[in-house]
């Protein structure tokens, strides 16, 4: 819904622009992805897109992943093939770190941002503008469908695993302190529903990591305890916690 | 359960094969090189050379911001004006859109050029039958740049031409019918 919402204040001409450059009112967001690459490949600093990159970090600190699962309309698509588990491994944050790299790296060695032509949330965007403005919808369906069978031919998520907005929003998010889940230790235990039911594969019995959380919310539906709770503001409590007991 | 012989393929994996190859045929039949590709130039301000390919940021902004429809996206996301659904009237509102500087700020009062028109003879009503004078017509309220020879035939006169695309846009030809020699629309613009 609120993905539709996004597209409607768009289409409406209220806010102009895409995910990939928003104007609302006086204020500009860009994706931080986008700015790095075509600075990267075009090899001169851009203060309008660097602020607008800032903003948006600033928002990815606020609210996590939140673009991931209430505004991207990738979700309606990817993620259908899932396994729990997989590619969660102890490599993940460097695996990230080089999806990154290597997106702005190959936009710096093709002076082009190459992720940008096929991202797919670009790519839908600029279908809906094209269809818009009577072009055709034709060719951003046919992309994100080869995304799709790739995704599905691999065996991974596309979300999780392969995203780089998704990598670069992980790796940010560790200094998200709002809106975040947690368990209630009382009353969980570990049932492994919530894994099932995570689009990230998270756990929230066992895994300490939450930065990849997306705040869906579709653990606090599924947990039959109703254990999970949503904190409003959580600076690293547990650590603290844990720190205080050990000095004790 | 089939025990797995060394050697053979799974279902599963003839599956996945089977997928990618055809996921590669239709990625290829959709994305290659259209034919019918028609002459594009790029919007006013843009970047020469490589520089606007690298500096654009692909969001469409330009593309909202053209009251007049003029500008479409290519396959790679860059903005173009080819005419046929539109035409610039050169309010500059897709650079003041541009959040990437891949469109330069220009100054207004001087002419602006980002193509020039070519006639195709093979296919224009006016040369092959006599008739048709529209683009003549609509030039006359803009550039004055398309003049008619004795036989009323157009011309393009480069020195005035700027590449708006107007010509294009009222040219009766099917933009469709664009494969054949005799059919589809008789100009198109040509980068400077």
């Given at each position: 819904m609120v993905t539709v919402l996004f597209f409607v204040l768009i289409g409406s001409g209220l806010w102009i622009g895409s995910t990939c450059s928003l104007s609302i009112g006086p204020v500009d967001f860009s994706c931080p992805l986008g700015a790095a690459q075509v600075m990267a490949a075009a090899g001169v600093f851009i203060p309008a897109l660097a602020a607008g990159s800032l903003l948006t970090l600033l928002l990815i600190v606020f609210f996590g992943r939140a673009f991931c699962s209430w505004v991207c309309p990738g979700r309606w698509v990817f993620n259908r093939g899932t396994r729990p588990g997989r590619g969660s491994g102890k490599y993940r944050a460097w695996i990230q770190r080089g999806l990154l790299g290597g997106v702005v790296g190959a936009a710096w060695l093709c002076h082009s941002p190459v992720f940008c032509v096929i991202c797919p949330v670009g790519a839908f965007c600029r279908g809906a503008i094209l269809a818009g403005n009577?072009?055709?919808?034709?060719?951003?369906?046919?992309w994100i469908g080869v995304l799709l069978g790739a995704e599905w031919?691999?065996?991974?998520?596309?979300?999780?695993?392969?995203?780089p907005l998704g990598a670069l929003f992980t790796r940010l998010s560790r200094f998200n302190p709002f809106l975040k889940v947690k368990k209630n230790p009382e009353i969980c235990k570990p049932c492994n529903v919530c894994e099932k039911s995570c689009p990230e594969g998270l756990n929230l019995a066992k895994d300490a990591d939450f930065s990849a959380c997306t705040k869906c919310y579709a653990c606090l539906e599924a947990c039959p305890r109703g254990a999970i709770e949503i904190k409003g503001y959580d600076g690293k409590l547990p650590e603290r916690i844990k720190e205080r007991d050990a000095s004790r | 359960?089939?025990?797995e012989q060394p050697g053979s393929l799974s279902r599963r994996d003839f599956l996945r094969v089977v997928g990618g190859v055809t996921g590669a045929s239709l990625l290829?039949?959709?994305?290659?090189?259209?034919?019918?590709?028609f002459g594009s130039v790029r919007p006013p301000g843009a970047l020469p050379g490589a520089g606007f390919e690298a500096q654009c940021i692909r969001c469409g902004k330009c593309l909202i911001a053209c009251d007049q429809n003029a500008i479409t996206l290519n396959l790679e996301g860059l903005p173009q004006i080819n005419g046929l659904s539109g035409w610039c009237n050169f309010s500059l509102e897709c650079i003041a859109a541009c959040p990437s500087g891949a469109l330069q700020p220009i100054d207004p009062k001087t002419t602006?050029?980002?193509?020039?028109?070519v006639i195709d003879e093979n296919r224009c009503i006016a040369w092959n039958w006599p008739g048709c004078r529209l683009c003549y017509e609509k030039c006359l309220g803009?550039?004055?740049?398309?003049?008619?020879?004795?036989e009323y035939r157009p011309h393009v006169d480069e020195s005035?031409?700027?590449?708006c695309a107007a010509c294009v846009f009222v040219c009766p030809q099917s933009a469709a019918a664009g494969q054949s020699k005799k059919y589809g629309k008789a100009v198109s613009l040509k980068a400077t």
């Open positions: 009577g072009g055709s919808f034709l060719p951003m369906i046919a031919a691999s065996g991974l998520s596309w979300c999780r695993d392969l995203c | 359960m089939a025990v290829y039949l959709l994305l290659r090189p259209d034919k019918r590709e602006v050029e980002i193509g020039i028109a803009i550039q004055k740049a398309v003049w008619l020879d004795e005035l031409c700027t590449g």
